[in-house]
């Protein structure tokens, strides 16, 4: 059963470009979630998609956004980008369905680690 | 509002040594509890996940944890500690809905 697959795993951009980042979950899973991670802040959690539908944000500004396609395959895509974007975006899935109390715990992919140069 | 705290940013051990990461958590009502292990340049991995029942709980690579209501914690152990253990650790309370990361503690072990 095949993992997480991010990509790029590696990514240098310039400032006020804007990047996409991709990440098929794991077959079958529905869920799936964008942290950022750097040094100083630690995972911050970005969006949250289930079923093509944004069910949660995390606190990041609107040149933060995704999407979720019916294959469940997510894209993330960051405008105008900033020196403080660069980080390691991690992408999570979970097999958790909709109305479920119990939680499963994610499986990450590997990350993209973006550089805004 | 939720929210988790590892005291320990940085924890030294002696290959073959005993270990136990601190995690104290804040939680409204039963909380849902993660361990995860993360490598350098790589993502993030399950050890283990407390929902209900037991308090301690198994997890994967020899790793247990305990959870204490009364201390609010869930602290990780592992008996004997492997070189390959070198590692960061996360601990994390919430759901897929809302999961709450620490700041995490990175393990060094010395030969």
């Known amino acids: 059963k095949a993992g997480v697959t991010q990509t790029p795993r590696y990514l240098i951009k310039t400032r006020g470009q804007q990047v996409t980042l991709s990440c098929s979950p794991i077959s079958g899973h529905r869920s799936v979630s964008w942290y950022q991670q750097t040094p100083g802040q630690g995972l911050q959690f970005l969006f949250e998609y289930f079923s093509e539908t944004q069910r949660n944000k995390g606190n990041f500004p609107g040149r933060f956004s995704g999407r979720q396609f019916s294959n469940s395959r997510s894209e993330m895509n960051v405008s105008t980008l900033e020196l403080g974007d660069s980080a390691l975006y991690l992408c999570?899935?979970?097999?958790?369905?909709?109305?479920?109390?119990?939680?499963?715990?994610?499986?990450f992919g590997s990350g993209t680690r973006l550089t805004v140069v | 509002a939720q929210s988790v705290t590892q005291p320990d940013i940085h924890i030294t051990v002696s290959e073959g040594a005993s270990l136990e990461l601190r995690c104290n958590y804040s939680y409204g009502a039963t909380p849902y509890l993660f361990w995860y292990v993360q490598s350098p340049g790589q993502g993030l991995q399950l050890l283990l996940k407390y929902f209900s029942g037991d308090t301690l709980v198994q997890g994967i690579k020899g790793f247990e944890a305990e959870f204490k209501r009364s201390q609010s914690s869930f602290n990780l152990r592992k008996p004997s500690v492997h070189w390959s253990d070198a590692a960061e650790y996360f601990c994390a309370v919430g759901d897929e809905n809302d999961m709450r990361f620490g700041a995490g503690t990175r393990l060094t072990v010395k030969p």
């Open positions: 999570a899935s979970s097999s958790k369905s909709r109305g479920s109390s119990s939680p499963y715990g994610y499986t």
